[in-house]
């Protein structure tokens, strides 16, 4: 028996390829969708793991940078600017020192690059006031170092009382032995990087960039370190010296540092200055802070970290750790 062909007329023909065609477009929709889905979600699998590398990558670095201030305090407690901890370090590339059998086609670009600053080279504002009461000398530093860089001397006051209004107040006791008024806890937070300048009336982005190579925030009052200081900071701290006196003092050290204060008294030659206290300056430092740079790919991470040194062991701790 020879079977009948049923033919469509053109109509539901044309319909039938249409809805084919819909049903084509519709599934393909549905796949690249999909396709683009998994591809944000690699992308962001891929960056979760460059993150967790630059920050492995950023703890060696600092723990590279404790063991060199660690062995730097056990062979000279002296702090100057010819040390190997002042030395920076290039952008180096992470697999010239790392062979975990990989093929050519896996190479990361990964670089690392650094460097440790002397946290006692910059004017420790911490030391504006003691106990939530304001330090003169160093209200008057930094007023100086403010005019110095065309601002307001002014701002100095106001950062002092801020300062002083971020310390629990020392405890007083009426005769009877009750606490006094004085005894006052602080209830505003402490200042803690340049950036909180911010929060102070009169300062600007443009001005705290001015003074974030010279001025620092560190958990207790320190001395500078006049091995390590710049001739603003030095001329600011120490009453009556000059900024081309501060250089001579700068140009002195650079030929031989001084290797302590009474080394620093017998080659004062200013005469009309008296040698500055231990209190203002010192030639040994407690607080460093390492910059690191990792770069990975096309991800890079910045980290900034304050490592506190222990005076007499020379053991080593992370303060804080910032990443920009």
């Known amino acids: 028996m020879r079977r009948s062909l049923v033919t469509l007329p053109s109509a539901q023909r044309g319909v039938a390829i249409v809805t084919a065609l819909l049903l084509a477009a519709l599934a393909i929709t549905l796949v690249m969708s999909?396709?683009?889905?998994?591809?944000?979600?690699?992308?962001?699998?891929?960056?979760?793991?460059?993150?967790l590398q630059k920050?492995?990558?950023?703890?060696g670095a600092l723990d590279w940078a404790r063991l060199i201030l660690r062995e730097d305090a056990?062979?000279?407690r002296v702090d100057y600017l010819g040390e190997p901890w002042s030395v920076p370090l290039e952008s180096t590339r992470l697999d010239q020192y790392v062979d975990n059998g990989r093929g050519s086609e896996d190479d990361t670009d990964a670089t690392l690059s650094g460097y440790v600053i002397d946290a006692e080279s910059r004017l420790n504002l911490t030391n504006l006031a003691v106990a939530g009461v304001v330090d003169p000398a160093t209200l008057l530093a930094f007023g100086s170092l403010l005019s110095g860089q065309g601002m307001?001397?002014?701002?100095a006051t106001a950062t002092a009382n801020m300062v002083a209004s971020t310390q629990a107040k020392a405890t007083q006791f009426n005769s009877d032995g009750s606490v006094g008024a004085a005894a006052v806890s602080a209830k505003i937070l402490a200042l803690t990087q340049v950036d909180d300048l911010l929060a102070i009336p009169g300062f600007t982005p443009a001005t705290v960039a001015k003074l974030r190579e010279l001025v620092v925030f560190l958990p207790v009052a320190t001395?500078?370190?006049?091995?390590?200081?710049?001739?603003?900071?030095?001329?600011?701290?120490?009453?009556?010296?000059?900024l081309s006196d501060a250089q001579q003092?700068?140009?002195?050290?650079?030929?031989?540092?001084?290797?302590?204060?009474?080394?620093?008294?017998?080659?004062?030659?200013?005469s009309?200055?008296?040698?500055?206290?231990?209190?203002?300056?010192?030639?040994?430092?407690?607080?460093?802070?390492?910059?690191?740079?990792?770069?990975l790919d096309r991800s890079a991470l910045d980290v900034d970290a304050l490592i506190e040194r222990t005076p007499i062991s020379g053991a080593t701790r992370v303060v804080w750790v910032r990443e920009n």
């Open 223 to 242: 001395p500078i370190n006049i091995n390590t200081a710049s001739a603003q900071v030095i001329s600011a701290r120490i009453a009556g010296i000059s």
């Open 55 to 59: 920050q492995w990558v950023m703890r």
């Open 152 to 155: 307001d001397p002014g701002l």
């Open 34 to 51: 999909l396709f683009g889905q998994q591809n944000v979600q690699v992308r962001s699998i891929e960056n979760q793991r460059f993150q």
């Open 272 to 295: 009309k200055v008296p040698i500055p206290a231990a209190g203002v300056v010192n030639t040994q430092t407690n607080y460093f802070i390492v910059h690191g740079h990792v770069q």
């Open 249 to 270: 003092i700068v140009t002195a050290r650079n030929q031989a540092y001084y290797k302590d204060l009474t080394d620093l008294a017998a080659r004062w030659t200013n």
């Open 74 to 76: 056990r062979v000279n």
